[in-house]
């Protein structure tokens, strides 16, 4: 039997339109993570939604590893004290002869494990969240006093556009060439959430 | 991918995956073997160098960073054939035992004492963190301080 030019295509075309669909529709957040990803709502999140999201973030590890309590940072999946006892020296950098830059430069390096990004480096004391509530991290994060004197405005670009931020959805992989778990809300749903918050008025919830 | 960049003071070119790490560039393209391979993953500090005068990893340092840079290993921290004070400290003190992981050392040295000419022990232990498996620590420290008093004594 001959079929036609256009039939002959249809089945191949409906598998690949199948195939899509459900490759867009799988989460993006796929590593070793044990955190399963939360579907999103494709409803607009209000205030205390977006709040939440946006913590579910905010208090992971790959962001508390590096807003430390003290004057040294943590690291790995059970957030240790950062190897060789590394400090958080006078500028956040590290010390004289053991900056950050040592090992750490502008992009992640597989083969040896060592995560990178620009402006590698400890958030200033001012803006340590370890050991805060939820409540806690935001007052921290709306507060010039303690956020390096941003409005929400600048707060919001700092969370959804700087890049050391957003190494959190590609930390790499460690020494073990294990990937790094990302944090438990995708990219693309923590900067929407983190933008619905402050077009709330960032709200903060009482406990 | 090209890079060019400095090394000892000698202008380089070299043509290489630009992911590849410079400790290989350094040893295999280079013929530099005095930067040593230890673990590969920037944590015991053999593979210690100086980019722009800064204390580097260099198996955890991708080729395509060193662009324009400048690169000094322990081949170039002599000028001429007068010895960089921590070279004549280390000799003095007799710090190595096996040797291999001296060279890491004496560049961490070198840096600090750029940035802190005088170090305390606490300098000492919170800057130099590379590790020595035949435990000469004691010996390096010595060797740091006499280093700094050379150092000190030919300005």
Known sequence: MIIPERSRWFPVLILLLVGGLLGLSAPE?????????IPQSATPLDGMQAFDQVMQVLTHKRCVNCHPAGDRPRQGEDSHYHNFGVQRGKGN???????????HQAENNNYAGVPGAPDWSLAPRSMAWEGLSRVEIAQSILDPARNGGRTLAQTVSHLTEHELVLWAWDPGVDANGIPREKPPVSKVDFIKAVRAWAAAGAPIPAK | MEVSFLINGVSQRVDVDADTPLLWVIRDILDLKGTKFGCGKAACGACTIHIDGEAVRACAYAVKFAEGKSITTIEGLSVGDKLHPVQQAWMEEVVPQCGYCQPGFMMATAALLEKIPQPTDQDIDDNIVNVCRCATYYRMRKAIHRAAAIKQETR
Do not use: F, P, Y
């Not at chain 1, 957040?29 to 990803?37: D, K």
């Open chain 1, 93 to 103: 950098h590290g010390v004289a002869a053991l900056t950050c830059n040592t090992c």
């Open chain 1, 29 to 37: 957040n796929r590593s070793n993570s044990q955190i399963e990803v």
